[in-house]
């Protein structure tokens, strides 16, 4: 049956009852209000069934509805039973007191989403009933003359008491309708209304007896009848608006306190006039729930507060989070912007985001563990926060990632000293002296600039975040590097996110691939090693370079997780070459993270025993500033490499920040002059005279000497004279996968290792 005729026969079973009111038609009336009664629970069954998003509303409303209906069928049986009908109104009234609580928690959980201790508010609901059952029970006492008694309602019989208990409920759900219709804006949605004219209907006859003394009027059973009529077209209906209220204990609480001072109000009123005593208790007794409903929220609201001040604030080092950080921002600029939008005497400030993190902070946690890493970040937003201006906001981001935002302006240079001075001095962290070096992203608004009214928060930390990233790039190891959003270099933020993530995915899915570059003697131009470089096989941009990506893995974090699979891969293809006769030697790069890890020795040493590689024939080349960043941590993980027979060599040369006589102090046994020196060595005699005298002091101090990109015989000629070991550069080879260098070894020695080159997928599996 479609809800049109469901509503339709409701209504029709409303007439005969409506109109069998005689008092020679008793067995008529029972008969006609059971029809009625049973046709209108079963069409708000049937919207507790289909409606998911209100079901349990519904369901309320239903069992509401049948035992209200019990109610109304066995007060029309004892009018049918002559002995009964002096008790005709008190199933009713006990049944609607018994039906309050269901209506109540409906109307409750229809306008708002309820948690918490007494999520449906039923404590404050009762309460409320005491206290207008106390008021009109005085009102009745007091109309009909009674003295001071003990009783309820002085001298009034008790099917009248419970008749005022009953109206006290129809005048508490009206109240909760219409409370629900405002505070959960559903005063749009006609549904609410019906509610309330089907309460306020079927609770009319009961007021009317209140006030006739006990007799329900002719009229009041049409109206009641028309009562059930309403229910089931609100039941009927779609609901058009959702209801926007939650379950802030601030409305609860709002009500515990209009209910606490009406129920002492009427207990004055009850003293005051002389109406039973009763009424009085009656009244505290409403006082008294109300008043632990109105604790329970007081309660609620102070773990409210709490969790929302939780919410904002990072639990680490206790500054804003992520979520409060937008919001101020958010807020800012809707204000700045507002206020130059009004024209007002002067221009609103503009406003400077800053976003920092901390250089190599992962070396940190990978070497003294997490809870370092995290005293760490307490420890400098200890230095930051009380130095920053008093209206600039600090908030962590997350990681070791921070925002600063303020005026922009002198404010804002006082903010970039702030970080400045943070930074100067090192911090103690697990007995270990850690100086953190803090890359600066800085980007700013200005109220009324072009495209000042698209600007929002989220797009201000991308652009900071950007600028902050490239500032790690170029810029590592000199304090704390500052660089401002530029849109020519910055603006592909988007791009840049999609290829650290597509990097990440190329790591774990075995995309990178190893070059390999020879490495001659000098002497006699015979192959001395290789040196193992990395490239990207990436899926649809092809063979990309280490220039491409590396910047990316270094700022992001990747870096040691591309080390390490450059080194597996090199020491497996070493294996292969090895099983087929050519016993090669292999340089690998090693990043700064990775030579920080004391775990190295270890992760190479097993690598080398699970391939039968000699540790002498592998060498591991360090810059001078990865060696210099932490000299105590990288030396020694450098001596322990040696400990195990592998060879250490100092990469690209002359372009750091040591000087030759700490040479002496390095356990490596191999020097690389950078190109920036092999290009010149023909044009300009000062780097000549650098290059010999460098040659000279590294055979002193009994170290090999590997020229880079050597590209042409002239400059081969110059460096064999004077006295390099070996040289390396495009005048021998490029970089060349493993078979390509085969071919190379081949085509140039005449000899040609055994075919075991492993295949790239054999790489990845585990070498």
Request: with cysteine.
């Amino acid at each position: 049956m479609s809800t049109l005729g469901l509503l339709l026969v409701t209504a029709l079973a409303q007439v005969p009852a409506a109109f069998a009111v005689g008092g020679s038609w008793p067995l008529v009336r029972f008969t006609m209000a059971l029809v009625a009664v049973t046709a209108t629970w079963r069409v708000v069954a049937w919207r507790a069934r289909t409606s998911a998003a209100e079901r349990l509303v519904w369901r309320m409303f239903s069992a509401g509805c049948l035992l209200y209906g019990v109610g109304a069928v066995a007060t029309a049986a004892c009018v049918a039973v002559p002995e009964l009908r002096a008790f005709a109104d008190v199933p009713g009234a006990v049944c609607a007191g018994l039906t309050f609580p269901l209506a109540y928690r409906a109307l409750v959980r229809w306008s708002r989403r309820s948690s918490g201790v007494d999520p449906d508010d039923l404590l404050n609901g009762t309460s409320a009933v005491l206290v207008v059952a106390a008021l009109i029970g005085a009102g009745v006492a007091l109309h009909d003359g009674d003295g001071v008694t003990s009783g309820f309602l002085g001298s009034a019989a008790w099917p009248e008491q419970l008749l005022v208990l009953q109206n006290a409920c129809v005048f508490v759900l009206l109240g909760a309708a219409i409370t629900a219709a405002f505070t959960g804006r559903l005063h749009r949605d006609v549904r609410i209304w019906l509610v309330f004219a089907a309460y306020a209907l079927a609770g009319s006859g009961g007021l009317a007896a209140l006030v006739d003394g006990g007799a329900r009027p002719a009229w009041a059973l049409p109206l009641w009848s028309a009562g059930l009529v309403a229910l089931a077209a609100a039941a009927v209906l779609r609901a058009r608006f959702e209801p926007t209220g939650s379950s802030d204990p601030v409305k609860s609480t709002v009500g515990s306190f209009v209910v606490v001072t009406a129920g002492l109000a009427v207990a004055t009123l009850v003293l005051l006039t002389g109406a039973p005593r009763g009424l009085a208790l009656c009244a505290l007794v409403g006082v008294l729930g109300s008043s632990v409903r109105l604790l329970v929220n007081l309660f609620e609201l102070a773990q409210l507060a709490v969790s929302r001040r939780e919410a904002l604030t990072d639990d680490l080092t206790g500054t804003a989070n992520r979520r409060a950080l937008l919001r101020h921002l958010e807020d800012l600029l809707a204000e700045r912007g507002t206020d130059r939008g009004e024209g007002g005497d002067r221009p609103a400030a503009g406003v400077q985001v800053l976003v920092f993190d901390l250089d190599h902070f992962k070396e940190v946690n990978d070497s003294l563990g997490h809870s370092a890493g995290d005293g760490l970040l307490q420890m400098l937003t200890q230095r930051i926060a009380p130095d920053l201006p008093p209206a600039a906001v600090l908030a962590r981001l997350g990681g070791d990632e921070f925002v600063v935002v303020s005026d922009d302006g002198p404010v804002g240079d006082r903010v970039l000293a702030v970080l400045e001075a943070a930074r100067r001095e090192p911090f103690a962290v697990g007995g270990v002296s850690v100086h953190a070096d803090l890359s600066v992203g800085r980007t700013t608004w200005t109220p009324g600039s072009s495209g000042a009214a698209r600007t929002n928060a989220a797009l201000l930390l991308r652009r900071a975040d950007s600028a902050m990233y490239d500032a790690k790039r170029t810029g590592q190891g000199t304090g704390a590097c500052v660089v401002t959003y530029d849109p020519a270099r910055h603006g592909d933020t988007q791009g840049l996110l999609s290829t650290v993530a597509e990097l990440r995915h190329a790591i774990a899915a075995g995309q990178l691939r190893v070059h390999f570059q020879p490495q001659l003697h000098t002497a006699d131009g015979t192959l001395s090693g290789v040196e193992a470089l990395v490239r990207w096989e990436h899926p649809t941009r092809g063979l990309l370079g280490p220039a491409e990506f590396l910047d990316l893995a270094e700022t992001h974090g990747l870096m040691d997780a591309v080390t390490r699979e450059v080194l597996r891969q090199a020491v497996s293809q070493q294996a292969a070459w090895r099983r087929g006769g050519l016993a090669v030697r292999v340089s690998v790069n090693l990043s700064a993270g990775t030579l920080l890890d004391t775990s190295l020795p270890a992760t190479v040493a097993a690598l080398l025993d699970r391939h039968g590689v000699p540790a002498s024939s592998l060498v591991l080349e360090v810059t001078e500033t990865a060696l210099l960043r932490e000299p105590e941590r990288s030396l020694a993980v450098v001596e322990a490499l040696r400990a195990l027979g592998v060879q250490g060599s100092i990469d690209d040369f002359g372009t750091g920040y040591s000087s030759l006589t700490q040479l002496r102090q390095l356990p490596v046994g191999e020097l690389k002059l950078d190109r920036a020196f092999t290009v010149d060595l023909l044009t300009d005699p000062r780097v000549a005279a650098i290059v010999a005298h460098t040659i000279g002091l590294a055979h002193a101090l009994q170290l090999r000497v590997v020229a880079e990109g050597v590209e042409d015989e002239d400059t081969l000629a110059a460096l064999t004279g004077l006295g390099c070991d070996e040289t390396q550069g495009f005048l021998h080879a490029r970089p060349l996968p493993a078979r390509a260098f085969e071919a190379w070894y081949a085509a140039r020695y005449g000899a040609v290792p055994s075919p075991r080159t492993p295949r790239p997928e054999a790489l990845t599996a585990g070498g």
